[in-house]
Nanobody
Framework: QVQLVESGGGLVQAGGSLRLSCAASGRTFSNLRMGWFRQAPGKEREFVAG????????YYADSVKGRFTCSRDGAKNTIYLQMNSLKPEDTAVYHC????????????????WGKGTLVTVSE
């Protein structure tokens, strides 16, 4: 199985930046498509950003395009989410996810999840 550990969450003012990290272990990293999802209180988990197995292609939700950047470092078995121009509506628990059996960027298509890290954006 895959173990995923997120870090980097915290409290930031609107307009600020944060960088999340997710370290993966347990499977060959290059066989995993990796992504970020978030879940705000009372809402369903939603896709934020993801990378293909090689990192050559990235995918973003419309709500974060132009503000967030997802990347991966194969040497460190780690993916990142650089979040700029943060808004209060970005407040959520951010989960790292890995997938190896499907291709869709939806929660039920991912195979393994991290516990999440809380991002809070104040006015």
């Amino acid at each position: 199985q895959v173990q995923l550990v997120e870090s980097g969450g915290g409290l930031v003012q609107a307009g600020g930046s944060l960088r999340l990290s997710c370290a993966a272990s347990g499977r060959t990293f290059s066989n995993l498509r990796m992504g970020w999802f978030r879940q705000a209180p009372g809402k369903e988990r939603e896709f934020v950003a993801g990378t293909s197995r090689t990192g050559g292609t990235t995918y973003y939700a419309d709500s974060v395009k132009g503000r967030f950047t997802c990347s991966r470092d194969g040497a460190k078995n780690t993916i990142y989410l650089q979040m700029n121009s943060l808004k209060p509506e970005d407040t959520a628990v951010y989960h790292c996810a890995a997938g190896w059996t499907a291709s869709a960027w939806i929660a039920r298509a991912m195979d393994c999840w991290g516990k999440g890290t809380l991002v809070t954006v104040s006015e």
